[in-house]
Every structure is written in structure tokens, then in C-alpha cells.
């Protein structure tokens, strides 16, 4: 395949051109088809919950928009950036996309202010004072400006995944993926991170968050993506997915997970 | 016509404990450049970089230190490149020690949660610093027992010199115990000097273990 350069369309100057457009994306992990054919669009400001059986590829699709996978076939396009394998290309759509995982993985040899200013002054290359001010702001807005010192390891799970935001945040992305945020916490955590994202879509944030919390869902999202074994089965607004789901399998799936609610 | 083991013995046995610790430095210094270099190659998404340092370090870590001194102070000199015998020897220990420091130290890097690339990543760092600022300084403080518990044994390693020639501190020994006719009495205060370098080294190593253990387990 010949190489393509980074190329800009047109289109996404207008501020009403999509954020994110994948076209027939395939994945493969060996044998195993991962993602089949996804189409998926998210418009600037919208904020998009998957959700779906384990394995159903929820992971995996949000993982190819900032290149932490490669596929197979098909095209992402993010911000107006065609995602090739150039680096130039996954430089550019990684600056601009935010990414909290389920595991935080913060940077445990760094102070929380130091996982927040190392991004903006590596990659922007803004000076320190600024680095230091931006991430201040930001631990402000996640209300954790006052643990700024210390280690991610002196913080419990909840306040370690909002350090997490804020450090995503600190680079001030156009959209925000959720990867199952709040599946590694304990219950009583869960909330105070939930609060954050909630705060976050209320600001107008893009968002595209794989999550099982369906109250989340409810709350916020535009729209709720249902995925089973790598294919996107339903897309509705909240509303309707949960109240007339369409698909057998979403039907069963908020059946198990609504039971337990 | 013997003598007697006195001070000048003793200063002759501190002479070869300096070109020990020199030796141990130039091989550590050096091996600590060459072997992070190694890791990186070895943990790199080329293959044909993983196969050429994977295959080098085979044949170090295949190969006893000794042939490696020979084949390199004497095949150098075949080559016709006339070298001091120190230096010689100090390129056959920086090699050695590059290819076990690099062979522990991608151990180290593997060793990292995946997560911790994948979020250097996602934030849009660079090879370099998602390396230097991220990975090595958490890889490099796994290895630390690791790598003091190498030092150590290259300090030892040392001792091997003495085949090309090179006067350390295991060949000022004998060359005291032929005039003393006292090997017991040299060799006693020989061991005693190696031992003053390395246990020292070795109860911190054990110590920064220690430390890790803990901060882990928290």
C-alpha cells in the first residue's frame, strides 16, 4: 500500500464536521475477528457510551482511535487526521485525544503534579511554570488540587483515576476516551469519578466512554452504542435503548446488567 | 631469597586493589552505557535489532570470561591492533558486562504493566521521553538489586585479568605469595580486601530489595 501523507479534509474545518469518523474498520487478533466492519461518527461535543458482553470489541474500538491498535482494514479519521502508519499522523491524533484506562496507570515514580506537567512540556513544550498552573487548574476542577505532591501510591483508587482525568485533561484534548473507568474501583469510589465525568460532559467534552454504569449513561450520553462479538448491533439515545432495546442480544445483556442495579 | 610479608607487601597488594576498582569502574561505566543501549535494541519493535543483540548476548553469556579475555587481547593483536594489555582488557569487560547489565535490564523493561506504555503513549509521548521520563527510571529501579548483585560479581570477575598479564589484585597476591612463601597469611588479607569491596555492596543491594519489596507490597 502506497504510503498516504497526513492530509487534511476539508471538510473538518467546519465546526460541524465529525470528530471522529471510523469506515469499515476491521480488527483481527490471530484468527479472532475483533471488530467487524464498525462504522461510527461522533460529532464534536458528544458524548457516546458503549457498552456491550465482555469480548464484544468495546475496548478494542475505542484502543484504535488513538492508535494504541492497529487494524487490519478500513480508515479513522480524527479531527480532520487520517490515521495511518506514519508517525506523524498518530503523533498528531494522540495530542489531540485524552485517554483514562481502567488500571489509571499513573506514573508511580512521579509526584501527582509531575504526572500532569511531563505531557504538556514533553510534547507541547510548554515551560514548567505553565505545565504547573494548566495542571493546577485541572487537579483544581477534579477536586484533588490539594494531594498535588503526593504519589499516586498515597491515593485510593477513586482519587488516583480523577489525577488520571486531570492528567488527560492537562493537554487540553478535543475528545476523552473512557476505557471502563470506574471497573477497577471499589463501590464507594465509583461515584466520586462518575461525578467527574459528569462534570465533564456538562462543560461540553467530547466523549466516548465504555462503561457498564448505566445511570451514567442515562445521565449524560447522546447516544448508547450496544457491541457483541465485534459489531456495533444498536445505537439509540439512552431513552429508547433502554426502554425499547431492538436487538435480541442488547434485550438479554440489559436484562443481566439491569439486574443487578 | 624470600621475605617477609611487611607494608611494602601490603602496598604492593593496594596497588592491585586500585587497578581493581579501576577495572570494575571502566567495565560497569562502560558496560552501563553499552548495556542500555542492548536493552533498548532488545525490547525494540525491529527484528532484525532484537536478533543481533539477542545473538550477542548468547555468546557472552554462552562463553566463559576467560575466552573472552583471550579471544579479545589476543585477537585484537592478531588483527594487528597492538593494544596496552589494560585496555584490551578493559573492552573485553565492557562487552561482557554489556551484554548481562543489557540481558537484565530488558528483564526489567518487560517487567513494567503493560499500562505503563500504553499511557505514556496515549499522552502523546515521544520514544525518547516516554524512555527516559517513564520507563527507565521505574525499569532501572527493579534492576537496581540485579544490577549491584553483577557489579559484584564483576569485581570479582576481575581477578581474571591476570591471564593477558594484568597486574589486579588477585596477581599482586601471588606474585607476594612467590616472594613471602606466606600464601596463606597473603591470600587471607587479599580475600579480606575483595571482601571489604563487595559485601558492602551486596548489603545494599539487599537493602534497596528490601525497600522495593515493601513499596510494592503497599
Redesign the interface.
Known amino acids: 500500500m502506497p504510503s498516504t501523507a497526513t492530509h487534511t479534509v476539508d471538510a473538518s474545518d467546519t465546526a460541524d464536521a465529525p470528530l471522529i469518523v471510523m469506515e469499515n474498520v476491521n480488527k483481527w487478533y490471530g484468527a479472532y475477528h475483533a471488530l467487524r466492519d464498525v462504522n461510527l461518527s461522533v460529532r464534536r461535543g458528544e458524548k457516546i457510551v458503549l457498552c456491550g458482553p465482555s469480548g464484544s470489541g468495546k475496548s478494542t474500538l475505542i484502543r484504535c482511535i488513538n492508535h494504541l491498535e492497529t487494524i487490519k482494514s478500513g480508515r479513522i479519521t480524527v479531527d480532520g487526521v487520517r490515521l495511518d502508519e506514519s508517525s506523524r499522523s498518530v503523533d498528531a491524533v494522540r495530542s489531540e485525544v485524552g485517554m483514562v484506562f481502567q488500571n489509571f496507570n499513573l506514573f508511580p515514580h512521579m509526584t501527582v503534579l509531575q504526572n500532569c506537567t511531563l505531557a504538556p512540556m514533553r510534547v507541547r513544550g510548554v515551560t514548567a511554570a505553565a505545565a504547573e498552573a494548566t495542571a493546577k487548574r485541572f487537579l483544581e476542577r477534579v477536586r484533588i488540587a490539594e494531594h498535588a505532591h503526593k504519589y499516586p501510591a498515597q491515593l485510593s483508587g477513586g482519587q488516583q483515576q480523577r489525577v488520571a482525568i486531570a492528567r488527560a485533561l492537562c493537554m487540553e484534548p478535543k475528545v476523552m476516551l473512557f476505557d471502563e473507568p470506574t471497573s477497577a474501583l471499589d463501590p464507594e469510589m465509583v461515584k466520586e469519578v462518575l461525578d467527574t465525568m459528569v462534570s465533564l460532559a456538562r462543560d461540553g467534552m467530547t466523549m466516548v466512554c465504555v462503561t457498564h454504569e448505566m445511570g451514567f449513561a442515562r445521565q449524560v450520553a447522546d447516544r448508547v452504542i450496544f457491541m457483541a462479538d465485534g459489531q456495533i448491533l444498536e445505537q439509540a439515545d439512552p431513552e429508547s435503548f433502554f426502554r425499547h432495546p431492538t436487538h435480541p442480544r442488547a434485550r438479554s445483556f440489559l436484562g443481566e446488567i439491569l439486574a443487578h442495579h | 631469597m624470600g621475605t617477609t610479608f611487611g607494608l611494602g607487601e601490603l602496598g604492593f597488594l593496594i596497588q592491585g586493589l586500585k587497578w581493581t576498582v579501576l577495572l570494575a569502574a571502566i567495565a560497569f561505566v562502560g558496560g552501563g552505557i553499552g548495556g542500555l543501549g542492548v536493552a533498548l535494541a532488545r525490547v525494540s519493535t525491529s527484528k532484525c535489532l532484537r536478533r543481533i543483540t539477542g545473538g550477542y548476548i548468547a555468546l557472552f553469556q554462552g562463553t566463559p570470561l576467560l575466552m573472552q579475555l583471550f579471544v579479545i587481547y589476543y585477537g585484537l593483536g592478531l588483527l594487528g591492533l597492538m593494544l596496552p594489555a589494560w585496555v584490551a582488557v578493559a573492552i573485553a569487560f565492557t562487552l561482557h558486562a554489556s551484554a548481562f547489565l543489557g540481558e537484565i535490564w530488558r528483564g526489567a523493561i518487560e517487567a513494567l504493566?503493560k499500562?505503563?506504555f500504553?499511557?505514556?503513549?496515549?499522552?502523546?509521548?515521544?520514544y525518547l521521553?516516554r524512555m527516559r521520563?517513564?520507563i527507565l527510571?521505574?525499569a532501572l529501579?527493579i534492576a537496581l538489586p540485579a544490577t549491584i548483585g553483577f557489579l559484584v560479581q564483576l569485581i570479582k570477575g576481575t581477578s581474571l585479568a591476570a591471564i593477558v598479564g594484568f597486574i589486579e589484585l588477585a596477581r599482586a597476591g601471588q606474585i607476594v605469595s612467590n616472594q613471602t612463601y606466606a600464601p596463606l597469611l597473603v591470600f587471607t588479607v587479599v580475600g579480606a580486601l575483595y571482601f571489604a569491596l563487595c559485601w558492602p555492596l551486596s548489603l545494599y543491594g539487599s537493602r534497596i530489595e528490601g525497600r522495593i519489596a515493601r513499596?510494592t507490597a503497599?
Not at chain 2, 118 to 126: D, F, I, P, Y
Open positions: 504493566p499500562g505503563q500504553e499511557a505514556a503513549r496515549a499522552l502523546g509521548l515521544h521521553p521520563d517513564v527510571p521505574q529501579r513499596a503497599r
